[in-house]
């Protein structure tokens, strides 16, 4: 299960790939992270990979962790 910091983590990690934009909300602002457990329920074996994006995302501000995913196409 994902905890509140990895919840944080995602969030502005999509926040970064659907930002707000006029009367759009950005992805989190939408409720996103409520797909994340779902999702998880149901694709139980994404948790490890999610567990580590997490991980490795924590060490970078989002914009650079999402330039750098975009450039290792990871």
């Known amino acids: 299960m994902l905890n509140k910091a990895d919840l944080e983590t995602l969030n502005r990690l999509a926040d970064v790939l659907i930002p707000a934009s006029g009367n759009m909300p950005s992805a989190s602002q939408a409720g996103l992270e409520i797909w994340y457990q779902h999702v998880l329920k149901v694709r139980p074996e994404l ?25 290792h196409n990871r």
């Open 47 to 71: 948790a490890e990979p999610l567990q580590t994006l997490i991980a490795s995302a924590t060490t970078q501000e989002p914009n650079r962790h999402v330039e750098y995913l975009r450039e």
